[in-house]
């Protein structure tokens, strides 16, 4: 590969900066925002399914205990939200590391169906303690403010969000190159012969997991300030499908297929929206279908067909 | 005291039979390919919503109630011909999500066709209920047990002194040497996917008269019967039925001592547990790597 890989990340960078300034009107701002959220939590999925070859079933568990930081912490104890924003994102961390480092050692899917438990536990664990999430309803984020400047609507987020999904492009391309991001490709190859050449396998995936968490944990929050909202609907089963299905579509282990599989999946739901009552089905054909014809991905397979036939 | 615990565990029992059902359809088709069926839920929805339909459409219950039990076996089969076959050596997450989407499928159609709406099916021999030391157990929960124990022989029986069953083990051992001794390894495949399509329908059939059913009802079954293949040690079809009681047994104590809100997290929690201590499940073998 002779090409630039930060070609991609210019383009991007160029895309988010003239987007507002073409954008119709707020709806559109609106589904901008929420795509690069997406991508930025999809970034982080990536790493672990596509680099370390574990898949998480409850990744948007994690990015409920960040929304829901965002918004109890400060309104039950009045804390400041970036602080609760933090104290969300360590609390991911350290549960991810909790459930992960026993399952590590194993081979197998069983961060699946751990993840999977975790994520559901969380989710009912926000749908039953009404007192402080709120139960089924969810309830309102106080507005994040730094410095006394207050932080809110589309305007201000826009940027943020496209600021962070900037840097998370960046930082996951380096990271790939790293000597970690080496080791986690290693992994995926084959574990024993890493341990062979002294990469401490169970080390490696239990900080890419908690990495990936943290990360998710993030945009929870940024994602409940954004909305100024927060229900149970947000750390729920299917979402975290949702979230692994970008990540397969878009292509497993591309920094760029994270973000086009999140960027044509966040907008799937309005495209659908003509056929009403049938979406499900919809949504579940377009997944067996592209799976089935491209396995590897978006990204990966027009690649492929793109440098053969240069 | 002793009735109120009896009851919790009638209860317990009947649904557990349920997923011990749905895990051993997830044993299945993860023996015979590695392939862990997100779908499996939506066997159990289509067993019963199929039956409420033909029943409440006149057809007499036997052949209502068989159909309920074909034509779910007959979608497992188009499943497994139009979407796992076609991706057979793709990685195991790809074949996750193929599952996912058939899942999502199934359910979408059944919601566009049927609506949004909760069924019931009467019970097969009447709402009386038997009083057992102060506790009552209703009927069907005996119609529950006593089907899913036929079927826990039938399967034994099938898998030991069949030369169809023999074949299926062989090809979950070693799916090459299978071929090598000319086993077709893609009919095994076809079968697991319609035995465990059938199980799983049978079981959403026996317990619709006891829990209703919806559209939606195969979510949360699916994943708790998974939940109990996993306890069992998946790939153990012992493991699976001890499992899906076990699972069952909790849920209801549970509900019944703790808090009925948190019933549904229960299965989930247990699944940390047994990962954290019993990684292989409770009749889990050893497993090794080959470089």
């Known amino acids: ?310 | 005291m002793l009735a109120e615990f009896l009851q919790f565990l009638f209860s317990g029992v009947t649904v557990g039979a349920t997923y011990a059902l749905a895990a051993l359809g997830f044993t299945l088709i993860y023996n015979a390919s590695n392939v862990i069926n997100f779908a499996q839920g939506e066997f159990i929805m289509l067993g019963g919503m199929l039956a409420v339909l033909f029943t409440q459409g006149g057809l007499p219950i036997p052949l209502a109630l068989v159909l309920a039990i074909a034509l779910p076996a007959l979608v497992g089969v188009m499943v497994e011909k139009l979407a796992i076959e076609p991706a057979k050596d793709a990685e195991p997450v790809t074949l996750i999500i193929i599952t996912i989407g058939a899942s999502l499928v199934i359910r979408g159609l059944i919601q566009v066709w049927l609506g949004k709406g909760t069924f019931s099916l009467p019970a097969f021999s009447g709402d009386e209920p038997l009083q057992i030391l102060g506790a009552t157990l209703m009927p069907q929960s005996l119609w529950v047990l006593g089907v899913t124990s036929i079927v826990v022989v039938a399967l034994w029986y099938f898998f030991n002194r069949t030369p169809h069953g023999k074949a299926m083990l062989a090809t979950s051992y070693n799916r090459e040497a299978a071929e090598l001794v000319g086993i077709n390894t893609n009919w095994v495949l076809l079968l697991s996917f319609a035995m465990s399509a059938a199980l799983g329908a049978l079981g959403g059939i026996l317990v619709t008269p006891i829990t209703l059913t919806s559209y939606d009802v195969g979510i949360m079954l699916g994943l708790k019967g998974f939940v109990a293949a996993v306890v069992g040690g998946l790939g153990n079809g012992l493991g699976a039925v001890v499992g899906g009681l076990l699972v069952g047994i909790l849920e209801a104590m549970g509900a019944g001592y703790v808090s009925s809100s948190y019933k549904d997290a229960i299965p989930f929690v247990l699944i940390l547990v047994i990962l954290f201590f019993m990684p292989r499940g409770l009749f889990g073998g050893k497993s090794t790597d080959r470089v």
């Open chain 1, 1 to 310: 590969m002779t090409k630039n890989p930060f070609i991609g990340l210019y383009i991007i960078m160029t895309v988010l900066l003239v987007l507002p300034f073409v954008l119709p009107n707020s709806f559109y701002v609106d589904l901008a925002i929420r795509m690069a959220i997406n991508a930025a939590i999809v970034l982080g999925l990536n790493l672990l399914i596509g680099f370390a070859g574990q898949i998480s079933l409850g990744h948007a568990g994690f990015l409920g205990i960040g929304a829901y930081a965002t918004a109890a912490l400060p309104t039950h104890f009045g804390w400041h939200p970036l602080l609760a924003l933090v104290a969300g994102a360590v609390a991911a961390g350290l549960l991810a590391a909790i459930v992960a480092r026993p399952i590590f050692k194993l081979k197998g899917h069983y961060l699946a169906m751990a993840t999977l438990g975790l994520g559901i536990i969380i989710n009912i664990v926000a749908r039953n303690e009404a007192a402080w999430t709120g139960g089924p309803d969810g309830m309102p984020v106080p507005a994040m403010s730094l410095a006394g400047f207050e932080i809110s609507g589309d305007k201000h987020w826009y940027w943020i969000v496209a600021v962070m999904l900037s840097v998370s492009v960046w930082a996951s391309l380096n990271m790939m190159n790293s000597p970690f991001g080496r080791a986690l490709r290693a992994l995926h190859g084959s574990e024993v012969a890493s341990k062979v050449v002294g990469i401490n396998v169970v080390r490696y995936k239990v900080a890419i997991f908690v990495m990936a968490a943290m990360f998710a944990s993030i945009m929870g929050s940024v994602t409940a300030h954004y909305v100024g909202f927060v229900t149970p609907n947000l750390a729920d089963f299917f979402h975290s499908i949702e979230l692994v299905t970008m990540v397969v579509i878009g292509g497993m282990a591309s920094v760029y297929g994270s973000v086009v599989g999140a960027v044509l999946l966040t907008a799937l739901p309005q495209a659908l929206a003509a056929f009403e009552g049938w979406e499900t089905v919809i949504f579940g054909a377009i997944l067996m279908l592209s799976m089935i014809f491209m396995p590897k991905g978006l990204v990966p397979t027009l690649a492929a067909k793109f440098s053969k036939a240069g």
